[in-house]
C-alpha cells in the first residue's frame, strides 16, 4: 500500500490485526518515507532500521501463530533523544552528550509502547538539552516544519513534531517542561498531550528542570493520543517524583466527547499580546463548545515569571560540572541562559517555589467552577527559521525564550493539557489551543479535544514536506 503513511496509529493496528497489511510492510513504508523526506525535514538523529524489521517480523510470526497482538500492533513510533534507548548514546540534543556509552536499556516508557505492540523507528532531534522553544539545533541542525520548511517546528521537541506532521512516524514521545510538546504541536499541527506533573514516569530520560520535566505523546489523532498515553501509565519505582496512582484508561470514554462538560476560556493574561490568530482559534474553539463563560488565573503572569526562575536555577544547577569543564561546546544561546541561571540567588528560588503552592491552590479554586479550560497554545503560528525576534503586546521580544508565554503559567501548575490544531482558510501554518484540565483528569482535556476533532475544527493532516 502506497498511502501508509496516512494512516494513524490505531489504523495501522486494526490493519495489521486484522491481516490486511503486515508489520514488515509498515515498517518498509515508513523507512522509505524517512529516507525521502527526512534529508529535508530533519527530524531523525538515529533510525534504528534493524531493531524495526527485527520488531515487525516477530510481530507477523506471532499473528501467525493465532496470538494476539497489541492494541498499538507494528504502528510506528520514534523519540525524542533524551529518552534512553538501548545501543545508542542518550544525546538530549548536545555535543557533550553524543559521548556517552550507548544506553544499556530503554526507557520504560519505550518498553511500554512496544509491549502494546509498537515499534520503535528511532530517535529524533531536539532543542539542546531541552532548553528550546524554537526546533533549531546547533549541533544537528533545525528541524523543518513539514507544511512549509522555511518554518520552525518549535520546540525542544522539534523533531517529534515534524516527523508526526510529515508521517514519518504515528506517534512520537516528546518531553515538556514550559511547553516542548505544546509548541511544536501548535506549529507543525498535531496533537499533543501534557499529562499531570508526577503522571508518566521519567525515569530513563535525559532531565532539565525536575520540578517541571513531563513526558508525553505527539500523534495525528486524539485517538493516538489516547491509546499511546494509556499503554504509558502504571507506577514506577525508578521516577520519585512519579505519584502512585492506579490506571486511568482514557480511550474508551472518548466518545462522550464534551458533554456534560463545565468549559470556559481563559482570559486575562491569556487574552492578550499575542497575535490575532491566537485568539481567533480561542474563539473558534469555544464556540464550537458552547463555551460562553471567560474566568482568569489569578497571577499568571507572575506564575509565568516564577517558572522561568526556577527554570533558569534548576537548569543551570544541572549543568554546572558541563558549564565549567565544556562551555565551549554549548549553543551559546544554550549556555548564557544556564550561566545566567546559575547565579541567580537561592532565596529568589525558595520564594518562587512558595509561589508555586500558591498558584497551584487559586488554580483549584478555579477548577471548583469548571471542568476544561482553553487558551492560547503559542502566541503565533510558527515563525521562520533563524527568526530571532517577534512582537508580543507591543514590543519587540526574543523569540526563543517567550514563545512559552502561554503554557509556562500551566507547567507550573502541573496540569494535564492538550494541544489542539486549528487551521484558518488560505493559511498553510496552523496554530493550537490547549485545552487545559485539573489534575489527574487527562480524561477530559482528551474528550474535549475529540469534541474539536470530530467535528472538523481540530485537525491534523499530513503534511507534504513542501
Known amino acids: ?30 523507512l522509505r518515507r524517512i529516507a525521502a523526506l527526512d534529508p529535508t525535514v530533519n527530524a531523525f538523529t538515529d533510525v534504528t532500521a534493524a531493531r524495526a524489521r527485527a ?24 523519540v525524542k533523544n533524551l ?40 530517535a529524533l532531534n531536539m532543542g539542546e538539552y531541552a532548553y528550546d522553544f524554537t526546533g533549531e539545533n546547533a549541533h544537528d541542525g533545525a528541524s523543518r516544519n513539514p507544511h512549509d520548511i522555511a518554518h520552525m517546528t518549535g520546540g525542544s521537541s522539534g523533531g517529534s513534531g515534524g516527523a508526526v506532521a510529515g508521517g514519518l512516524a504515528t506517534i512520537a514521545l516528546g518531553s515538556d517542561t514550559n511547553g516542548s510538546i505544546r509548541v511544536p504541536s501548535s506549529f507543525c499541527g498535531i496533537f499533543g498531550l501534557k499529562p499531570t506533573y508526577g503522571r508518566l514516569t521519567r525515569a530513563g530520560s535525559f532531565p532539565f528542570v525536575a520540578s517541571f520535566d513531563h513526558l508525553g505523546p505527539l500523534a495525528r489523532s486524539v485517538a493516538d493520543l489516547a491509546a499511546s498515553y ?33 468549559i470556559a476560556t481563559l482570559g486575562g493574561y491569556f487574552a492578550r499580546g499575542g497575535d490575532a490568530a491566537a485568539f481567533a482559534a480561542v474563539e473558534t474553539a469555544a464556540k464550537a463548545l458552547g ?11 507572575r506564575a509565568r515569571a516564577a ?33 545566567a541561571g546559575a547565579m541567580l540567588p537561592g ?44 512582537v508580543f503586546d507591543g514590543k519587540e521580544m526574543l523569540l526563543r525564550p517567550n514563545i512559552g508565554v502561554f503554557t509556562q503559567p500551566i ?54 514536506a513542501a
Request: net charge neutral; aromatic share 6%; proline share 7%.
Open 230 to 262: 494509556d499503554a504509558m501509565q502504571g507506577p514506577d519505582a525508578a521516577d520519585h517524583a512519579q505519584i502512585r496512582r492506579p490506571l486511568e484508561p482514557t480511550l474508551a470514554g472518548l466518545e462522550a466527547g464534551a458533554r456534560g462538560l463545565r
Open 1 to 30: 500500500m502506497s498511502d501508509l503513511h496516512l494512516f494513524d496509529a490505531l489504523g495501522v493496528a486494526r490493519a495489521v490485526q486484522s491481516g490486511e497489511i503486515r508489520a514488515t510492510e509498515v515498517v518498509e513504508a515508513a
Open 55 to 78: 520488531r515487525a517480523e516477530a510481530l507477523d510470526a506471532a499473528r501467525a501463530r493465532g496470538e494476539a497482538l497489541g492494541p498499538l500492533a507494528g504502528a510506528p513510533f520514534a
Open 347 to 390: 532565596a529568589w528560588m525558595v520564594k518562587a517555589q512558595k509561589f508555586r503552592s500558591w498558584f497551584a491552590a487559586r488554580v483549584a479554586e478555579v477548577f471548583r467552577d469548571v471542568d476544561v479550560l482553553i487558551a492560547p497554545a503559542t502566541p503565533c503560528r510558527a515563525p521562520r527559521i533563524g527568526q530571532r525576534t517577534f
Open 307 to 339: 517558572a522561568y526562575l526556577i527554570t533558569m536555577t534548576e537548569g543551570g544547577a544541572l549543568h554546572m560540572d558541563r558549564l565549567r569543564e565544556r562551555a565551549a561546546d554549548f549553543d551559546p544561546d544554550t549556555r548564557d541562559r544556564l550561566i
Open 291 to 301: 463555551a460562553k463563560r471567560q474566568v482568569e488565573l489569578p497571577e499568571a503572569a
Open 411 to 464: 507547567s507550573f501548575a502541573g496540569l494535564p493539557v492538550v494541544a489542539a490544531p486549528l487551521w484558518t482558510a488560505g493559511e498553510t501554518l496552523p496554530i493550537a489551543v490547549q485545552i487545559i484540565a485539573a489534575p489527574w483528569r487527562e480524561d477530559l482535556a482528551l474528550r474535549v479535544a475529540c469534541e474539536l476533532e470530530r467535528s472538523g475544527v481540530a485537525s491534523a493532516p499530513v503534511a507534504g
Open 83 to 122: 529518552f534512553d534507548v538501548a545501543g545508542l548514546p542518550t544525546r538530549a540534543g548536545s555535543r557533550i552528550n553524543r559521548e556517552r556509552p550507548p544506553s544499556a536499556a530503554d526507557s520504560p516508557l519505550i518498553t511500554r509502547l512496544e509491549g502494546a505492540g509498537a515499534i520503535l523507528l528511532g
